[in-house]
């Protein structure tokens, strides 16, 4: 027989507190979302208030703005510079991080210390932007897609999760393969990379959002129109005043400015909400695992 709990009257108070709270930013979090969601299928003959068209009943909505960007070259153009963007860097990354996790991770490393506080000074010594944009510059990275991921290749705070993950591996699987003869790449590649696939979708998540939605090293390094990622041109929309100054007005037909707006926040946004579902139930174990050692 199972026994019920009865609360006292001060836990039902702290509780109404709790779900009043988690309700009020719950509603934070969607309004401004719904506004925005309503405001990209608001069609151009629309008359009334914003309230209003937060309401507007969806076979009243205009998918236009959509049709307009999907249908324009230089919005399919940036998309895929953004695409580019993301898979290279978050392949050059991972191909930087982990072997660099890994290395620190070995104890018995000859001049490991002396590594651990080199990957440290530039986390704690920040060098700088005019040192960064002359380095770009003089590496001959000027309007090249590299020049949006390359700089941030290898994180520190990305790799210190890392190899406290790999610190975290069976230390007897990785001796008994170096006891076999394999050597540190073949206990990488054959011992510890098949189990750490927690961490490194984490961290290629990490790296994923951030290359995805950085527009500062593309401002900074992109002068050439067609390598723009979307970024830059959600930046260029959502800033101008007119459409007329960055794509053409005839190709967005009956499409109102302020639904391309939003529904360019919405288009750019969308790879980043399909992506995380699948990785979600490796994100919370590779974070926690990673987390436990400094």
């Known amino acids: ?55 507007l009943a969806p076979w009243e909505w205009s998918t236009a703005a959509y049709k307009a960007l999907l249908g324009h070259r230089s919005f399919l153009h940036s998309a895929g510079n953004s695409f580019r963007i993301f898979f290279e860097g978050v392949a050059t990354a991972l191909f930087f991080t982990v072997p660099l996790a890994y290395a620190l991770s070995i104890k018995s490393l000859p001049g490991r210390k002396l590594l651990y506080i080199i990957v440290l000074i530039p986390y704690l010594f920040n060098p700088g932007l005019i040192p960064n944009y002359l380095l770009v510059t003089k590496l001959g990275l000027v309007d090249k897609l590299a020049a949006v991921y390359l700089p941030g290749a290898v994180s520190v705070y990305n790799t210190l999760i890392m190899k406290s993950f790999f610190e975290e591996l069976p230390e007897e699987l990785k001796e008994s393969a170096r006891i076999d003869g394999a050597s540190e790449l073949t206990v990488l590649l054959r011992i510890v990379l098949p189990l750490s696939k927690p961490i490194l979708l984490t961290i290629g998540l990490y790296y994923g959002v951030h290359f995805w939605n950085d527009f500062f090293n593309a401002m900074l390094y992109i002068n050439n129109a067609k390598l723009q990622p979307l970024p830059i041109l959600l930046r260029n929309i959502l800033l101008s005043s007119g459409m007329n100054e960055y794509v053409e007005v005839t190709a967005f037909g009956e499409a109102p400015i302020y639904a391309i707006k939003a529904a360019s926040v919405f288009l750019a946004a969308i790879p980043m909400l399909v992506a995380y579902p699948f990785i979600q139930k490796y994100f919370v174990k590779g974070t926690m695992l990673g987390s436990i050692k400094g």
């Open 1 to 55: 027989m199972t026994s019920v709990i009865r609360l006292s009257k001060s836990d039902k108070v702290f509780h109404f507190f709790i779900d009043a709270s988690l309700f009020l930013i719950l509603a934070i979090l969607i309004i401004p979302i719904w506004s925005t969601l309503t405001l990209s299928f608001r069609p151009n003959d629309f008359i009334g208030s914003a309230l209003d068209g937060m309401f």
